[in-house]
């Protein structure tokens, strides 16, 4: 347990800048994993990512609270696309041991790549708004979204926030705005998914998450009202920025593998 108050302040802090990027963009994990991962050597990694999960179910509730008033979603779509991914994040948990996640991470590594070269490349891309048709191939789309992110987030991990933005903006035609919140609605079904594994198993350290979802809540209401201030093109900006963190995170993990 953390014993030290620098230590629960330097943590507290990762936890707010974590919450911050998530509400904006997604990806918050990459900054708070790490974290909790340096701070709790002593307890297994699925301890850590139970204790992680509380933090950033807060945050993800608390930034689409504030996003809700101001960003018109598309719930005919989401909501659907929301339960899919509950299902199948379920589902990519139970996969974990089946598949090499080396093979995997390349492949990942390969997409974010591809992903970040066309979103720089199509400088118009996410940052208008087209209107979105309710019909049931729009529908059926949203499902196959949500249960193939769902399954990556609990199989994986890394990057689902910022596949689905791109999966929004392409498919539906999001803006980053509209795309971001979005993200965050289907996410939260796969947090939640987590959760009903952790919790029950006994894979939380209470007092450890209770302070940094306290900390991940600041960040995320800081993070929506940037976000909603600044709109799409800031969000372009910092989608761009995570989409090459992670491809030079990855890149360095595989490089010393």
Not at 125 to 141: D, F, M, P, S, Y
């Amino acid at each position: 347990m953390i014993s030290s108050a620098a230590d629960m302040i330097t943590l507290g802090l990762f936890s707010f800048c974590g919450g911050l990027i998530d509400a904006a963009v997604g990806g918050g994990g990459l900054i708070l994993l790490p974290a909790l991962i340096h701070a709790l050597p002593e307890y297994a990694l699925s301890t850590v990512f139970g204790t992680n999960k509380v933090a950033v179910w807060a945050g993800a509730v608390t930034s689409i609270g504030s996003y809700l008033k101001r960003v018109n979603l598309v719930w005919k779509i989401l909501l659907p696309a929301a339960l899919s991914a509950i299902v199948f994040a379920y589902l990519g948990a139970m996969s974990v041991a089946y598949i090499a996640k080396d093979k995997m991470q390349v492949f990942v590594f390969i997409l974010l790549v591809l992903m970040a070269m066309y979103t720089f490349h199509k400088k118009e891309l996410g940052l208008t708004q087209r209107n979105v048709e309710v019909n049931a191939k729009n529908i059926v789309k949203g499902v196959v979204f949500g249960g193939l992110i769902g399954f990556y987030d609990g199989l994986f991990g890394p990057g689902s926030g910022s596949f689905l933005i791109f999966l929004f903006i392409r498919g539906f035609g999001f803006d980053f705005l509209n795309a971001s919140v979005s993200a965050k609605l289907v996410n939260l079904g796969a947090f939640t998914a987590a959760l009903l594994f952790f919790i029950p198993s006994g894979y939380v350290l209470w007092k450890v998450s209770a302070l940094i979802a306290v900390c991940n809540i600041l960040g995320a209401l800081t993070g929506a009202y940037l976000a909603l201030r600044l709109g799409s093109q800031f969000i372009r900006v910092l989608f761009l920025t995570l989409l090459l963190f992670l491809i030079s995170r990855m890149g360095f993990t595989m490089l010393i593998a």
